[in-house]
């Protein structure tokens, strides 16, 4: 009997240990894939690039699995163009779609890179001319940009601050006074080291953060800051939840 049971509990101890395997290999597998599925998939990817960018003398990466919608995406790209590079998605055995379409022929890629460095150069703009060494400004094109961007941007293009397309800016700083008074100075002064160093914003907005308090400013237009009507500007909008003339200051704990 005693035999029996020794018999029986070890039989129970494999199957429980089958069992763990198999449910650990099925969640391993719906959130990075499998080995087999994952060579299909580059497989398949590459044979499509060869067969529609033979042209492009592209480079593919191994494709990696997305467990959110199931399938495998590869990226594609060129050593000699910074600007051409894309997606390819496999699902269900074959090549699904890819971003070639948008990413490089209607030029997001291209808006996208210039947008980097131009926040990069505004970034430089903030911590020398205004001391905030650790900013993390960042600067975007508008919608309308991207709808412009395949008329008058090229691929690979430099960057130029004088392209006939809106950009806005975003100043992201350590918060250290929130008063109104501080913020409608700390705009004034960006406004005025932008517009010396030839930088042209159609929209400002300011994010500051520290430990559990933050302060968000957007909407503001040059006209606005020059207007030398701001703090009136900001005093009005801090009192109403949808804002004053465009402009919204929400100053927060959590």
Known sequence: MEKKTKLVLKIAAGVIAVSLIGGLLFVTNAFVGNPISAMLANRAIKQYVAENYSSLDLEVDKAEYNFKYGSYAALAYSKKSVDTKFHIYYRNGKVAYDDYE????????????????????????????????????????DDEAFEKAPEILQLDMPFAKTLPLNAKVTIRIELTDKSLEHFASLFTKAHEAF???????????????????????????????ESGKLLFI?????????????????IREY
């Open 102 to 141: 948008p990413n490089v022929v209607q030029k997001i890629n291209t808006l996208n890179r210039l947008a980097d460095e131009y926040s990069e150069l505004a970034k430089k703009i903030i911590a020398d001319e205004l001391g905030y060494v650790n900013n993390t400004t960042m600067v975007m094109y």
């Open 234 to 250: 900001f005093e009005q909008a801090a009192r109403q939840d949808d804002g004053y003339d465009g402009v919204n200051v929400v």
């Open 195 to 225: 517009i010396k160093n030839g930088c042209q914003f159609s929209e400002y907005s300011l994010y500051a953060e520290h430990e559990k308090e933050y302060v968000m400013i957007y909407g503001v237009t040059p006209k606005q800051i």
